[in-house]
């Protein structure tokens, strides 16, 4: 058998980059996924790329920031495979325009960062943990991100939800661990993401040669891949990992061991 037979999976944010790699690697093992997003053509490549495979996947169009939409994945994801072992609430955005200080930051640009990066993780947790305690149990992963511990300038409403992230995870985990519900955050630093090359493409020049810039300034000498967050996510899903719960793991190339005195500060862009 493959490792997650038989486990639905739950993955936001689960058509491009760290969420399409995490959703396609554990259809490869044998879950069944669902894929939350707004983003409805790559959704439907996504699935349609998992089912040619001889995966099983649900692809749900949703903002998984509002309650109704977050409500309907998890009732999705009952209706077509019985019900949601693993929830990995991955989604989140850091718009190009939202780089400004407390100042300049317009109230609107700060709700709705806070709602897909933080609220849409309460929503999407408190409809599937009534699904994970009918199965006994299982795990709910939050992507956090390197900036939930440390920040950089200009993302004050980014910086504000990850840390947010971190603090629910380890709030949500004391809760649930009595009912064999383990809840545990990731703080990926840069991985190459849509997102990492939107932010590359704005200092001008060529992206890939930004990005090895951004690379070489990791003691491992690149930026993380998809697939490195799908593998964590997997150890963490499964169980060789059941004694943890509560936890944050970084992922970031060993960026954050450098420290400022290092000379490293400033490349990094975040998840």
């Not at 993302?155 to 009912?179: C, H, I, N, W």
Request: contains cysteine; glycine residues 14%; negative net charge.
């Amino acid at each position: 058998m493959a490792e997650f037979d038989d486990k639905v999976v739950i993955v936001t944010g689960g058509a491009l980059g760290m969420g399409g790699d995490t959703a396609s690697e554990f259809a490869r093992h044998g879950a069944s996924v669902v894929i939350a997003d707004l983003d409805s053509e790559a959704g439907r490549r996504r699935q349609s790329d998992i089912r040619g495979g001889g995966g099983s996947a649900l692809f749900v169009e949703s903002d998984v920031a509002l309650s109704g939409d977050a409500r309907n994945v998890v009732q999705s994801a009952v209706a077509e495979f019985g019900g949601v072992d693993i929830l990995f609430n991955n989604v989140g955005i850091q718009p190009i325009d939202s780089y400004r200080n407390v100042e300049d930051t317009p109230e609107e640009m700060w709700d709705r960062i806070l709602d897909v990066n933080l609220k849409s993780y309460f929503l999407m947790a408190k409809y599937a943990i009534p699904e994970l305690r009918a199965r006994g149990g299982g795990v709910i992963i939050n992507n956090a991100s390197v900036q939930g511990l440390q920040s950089q300038y200009l993302v004050p409403a980014y910086a504000a939800s990850k840390g947010g992230v971190l603090s629910f995870t380890r709030q949500m985990a004391l809760d649930y661990a009595p009912e064999n519900i383990r809840v545990l955050a990731i703080c990926p630093g840069t991985i190459d993401t849509s997102m990492v090359r939107t932010v590359a493409a704005s200092e001008g020049g060529d992206i890939e040669e930004t990005l090895d810039r951004y690379g070489a300034g990791h003691p491992i000498g690149r930026i993380g891949t998809g697939q490195d967050i799908a593998n964590l996510v997997m150890f963490l899903a499964g169980e060789k990992s059941s004694f943890m719960t509560g936890a944050h793991v970084v992922i970031d190339g060993g960026y954050m061991a450098l420290g400022a005195w290092a000379g490293g500060a400033g490349a990094d862009t975040g998840q």
